[in-house]
C-alpha cells in the first residue's frame, strides 16, 4: 500500500512539472505557459488598464457572459482596446481601455475578468479595479487556435435557458461580420435588447461610404483626365501627318 501511495505522489509529481502546456488559471479553457516572476512584474508594472470615465456603445467584437447574467463586450479600435461590463437587464456598470494594436479576446474568469491580447500571447487577468492580478503567456499552438476560433470568436453564448446573441439583424451580414452592433438576449418571455451601437455603427459605416465614394471618383476622375490627354496627344499627332 505505501509503494502504491508513493507511486501516485511521483505519478502527479512528473505530471504537474514535466508537461509543456497547463490549464489556465483563469479559467479561460486557454493552454499557457507560466511567465517568470520578475518578468510578470515588468508587464504589471507596464501594461495598463485604464478606467473611462464615460462610454459610447462602438460595435461588438467579441463578448461573454457570466452565470449571473453580467455581459463584457470587447470593442475599440485604432490601437485601443475598449473591455466593458453590463448587468443582466443592460445597464452600463463600468469600462476598461488598453493599448493594444492587435486583435484580443475577453472572457470571464470566476468574478474577475481575463484578457486575451492574440499578438501579444498574453492572457491577463484582471479585478473590477482594472488591476492586473494575474498574468501568463499563450503559446501559438493548434489547441490554441481552435479554442479561439470556435469558442471565444463564437456569436453566441448560453447561460442556462437563456440564449445571448451578437447580430447585425441580418443573416447575411452576421455571416461575414467581424463586429456587430448588438447584443440580443432571449429568454422564455421573448427577445431583449441589452446592447445597442446602432448610432455609432450606423455613422461608422456613413464614414466608410462616402470614403469608398471620394477615393472612387478621385480614381475615375483621374482616368477621364489621362484618356483625355491620350485622345489629345493622338489628334496632335494626326494633325501633324
Same mark, same amino acid.
Not at 493594444?100 to 487577468?125: C, E, H, T
Not at 466608410?208 to 489629345?232: D, E, L, N, W, Y
Given at each position: ?12 509529481? %512528473? ?143 448560453? %447561460? ?63 482616368? %477621364? ?17
Amino acid at each position: 500500500m505505501k509503494h502504491l501511495k508513493r507511486a501516485i505522489t511521483l505519478l502527479v509529481f %512528473v505530471l504537474v512539472f514535466t508537461l509543456p502546456f497547463a490549464a489556465s488559471a483563469l479559467d479561460a479553457g486557454l493552454k499557457t505557459e507560466t511567465i517568470p516572476q520578475d518578468e510578470k512584474a515588468e508587464i504589471i508594472n507596464t501594461v495598463k488598464f485604464t478606467e473611462r470615465i464615460t462610454y459610447t456603445p462602438q460595435a461588438v467584437k467579441c463578448f461573454d457572459v457570466r452565470e449571473d447574467g453580467k455581459v463584457l463586450i470587447g470593442t475599440g479600435g485604432g490601437g485601443t482596446a475598449i473591455i466593458v461590463v453590463y448587468d443582466s437587464f443592460g445597464n452600463y456598470q463600468d469600462a476598461f481601455e488598453t493599448e493594444d494594436p492587435g486583435s484580443f479576446k475577453v472572457m470571464w474568469s470566476g468574478n474577475d475578468i481575463a484578457y486575451y491580447s492574440i499578438r501579444g500571447q498574453r492572457l491577463y487577468k484582471i479585478n473590477d479595479d482594472g488591476e492586473i492580478i494575474d498574468v501568463v503567456r499563450v503559446p501559438s499552438i493548434a489547441e490554441n487556435s481552435i479554442y479561439q476560433n470556435d469558442i471565444l470568436s463564437a456569436t453566441t453564448r448560453k %447561460v442556462g435557458d437563456v440564449t445571448y446573441t451578437m447580430t447585425n439583424e441580418s443573416t447575411l451580414a452576421d455571416r461575414f461580420a467581424s463586429s456587430f452592433k448588438k447584443i440580443i438576449k432571449t429568454d422564455a418571455s421573448g427577445t431583449t435588447v441589452i446592447y445597442d451601437a446602432s448610432g455609432n455603427h450606423r455613422n461608422n459605416t456613413v464614414i466608410k461610404i462616402i470614403i469608398f465614394i471620394a477615393v472612387s471618383a478621385f480614381i475615375i476622375t483621374g482616368a %477621364v483626365i489621362q484618356i483625355k490627354r491620350h485622345c489629345q496627344n493622338n489628334t496632335g499627332d494626326g494633325s501633324m501627318r
